[in-house]
């Protein structure tokens, strides 16, 4: 799979981009443990400046997200000179500063969409978020975006408290005329790495993916869109991915293929979700603007190896032995880095787990069917002793 990447061409189609990492909230669930400013984050000339190298690079989509994008005075100046050079531009926001005003902005300089945080119902989100009253704020501002002309998306963490509640909250999102869900599992990295307990089991995953299967499979609005960590082939399969898509099936993280991820201090990563110095790890940091050209940085030899340099012998445990192996390459990078400590080896894929549960399944009856066929000997009777046959 990696050699058809490699024939496309690796360009970073897709952007997410940390405007800033300050953040007027302090979820429990932040894998970037948002809430200060990085001391040295870019400057407005640096920023419009990446706007100009990521365009000449050919980036189509790109999301501005953070800690919390609104709170950089400049975003509206880098996403209208984003779009002005026909990149088509998203935001993701918690909505805290969202008001009538934000939106009036975003339509002016040209936002695609906006995509605000819901963490499930309220008595959840409210727990997750740490911000009473702030549930029923982000509802108003998908209702005042609609009503404006302002495509609203919703973007939810699927973890132990509102994997139970997924049903309900597609019912809230119709009823507010929302037009996009993502969906994406928690994992254990920033704050979450401090709330262990709310992260779902591998074993979840063989109720999670083929509940949110069942959801992408809906035809009415909102359309459900599965983040990259979920998955993967099995039964669910034909529904999570894309079927209008040139590929409708998983093929792998694309990560450094044609996805980059920039921090809000020059440095570049094949994803933002993939840990870097707040998270004391710096593996996947590729280089920063400030002392090489993007350009250079994305066409290093040796650049995101762990996608781009990829071998089958590099996984390991059930990965390795898998005969999906070659093609998925060990799932989301983020995900199997978080719970393993490698890139290439994923606990939380679907059919693995599908497969362990029939290894465990069958050995189960082997062992049943074993006992039942072991003489009974009644309560009452002596047991008899088995003499020993000389050879």
Not at 64 to 70: A, K
């Amino acid at each position: 799979m990696i050699k058809l990447l490699k024939k496309f061409g690796y360009l970073p189609r897709l952007a997410v981009w940390e405007l800033t990492l300050k953040c007027n909230l302090n979820c429990r669930h932040c894998g970037s443990r948002a809430g200060r400013k990085r001391a040295d984050e870019l400057t407005t000339p640096e920023a419009l400046k990446l706007c100009k190298d990521l365009a000449e690079l050919k980036c189509r989509h790109l999301t501005l997200s953070g800690g919390e994008p609104l709170l950089r005075k400049d975003w509206p100046l880098i996403c209208s000179t984003l779009v002005d050079l026909g990149v088509k531009t998203n935001m993701v926001t918690n909505g805290k500063s969202w008001n009538k005003d934000t939106t009036k902005t975003a339509l002016a300089v040209g936002l695609e969409s906006a995509a605000f945080s819901i963490d499930g119902l309220e008595e959840t989100h409210t727990y997750i978020r740490r911000e009473p009253g702030h549930w029923k704020h982000v509802w108003s501002c998908i209702d005042h975006c609609k009503q404006m002309g302002l495509t609203a998306s919703v973007i939810t963490v699927v973890h132990r408290k509102n994997l139970h509640e997924l049903d309900e909250l597609r019912q809230l999102l119709i009823d507010h005329g929302v037009d996009r869900w993502q969906v994406q599992l928690a994992n254990p990295t920033g704050n979450m790495a401090d709330h262990r307990d709310l992260c779902l089991e591998p074993e979840d995953v063989l109720v999670v993916v083929p509940k949110l299967a069942e959801l992408c499979a809906k035809k009415s609005r909102p359309k459900v869109y599965p983040a990259h960590n979920v998955g993967y082939y099995g039964e669910p399969e034909e529904h999570l991915r894309d079927t209008g898509g040139a590929i409708p099936f998983w093929v792998g993280c694309t990560a450094g293929c044609s996805v980059i991820g920039i921090e809000s201090n020059g440095g570049i990563k094949g994803c933002l979700s993939l840990p870097s110095a707040m998270n004391g790890e710096d593996r996947f940091l590729e280089g920063n603007i400030r002392d090489t050209p993007l350009r250079e940085i994305w066409y290093r030899r040796g650049a995101f190896s762990y996608n781009r340099d990829f071998t089958t012998e590099q996984l390991s445990g059930y990965c390795a032995e898998c005969d999906y192996a070659e093609i998925c390459r060990g799932g989301c990078s983020w995900t199997a880095f978080a719970y393993t400590g490698s890139r290439f080896e994923n606990l939380y894929c679907y059919w693995r787990q599908l497969k362990e549960k029939e290894k465990r399944e069958a050995a189960s009856r082997k062992e049943s069917s074993s006992n039942d066929n072991q003489p009974s000997t009644p309560a009452d009777s002596p047991k008899r002793r088995i003499p020993v046959v000389q050879g």
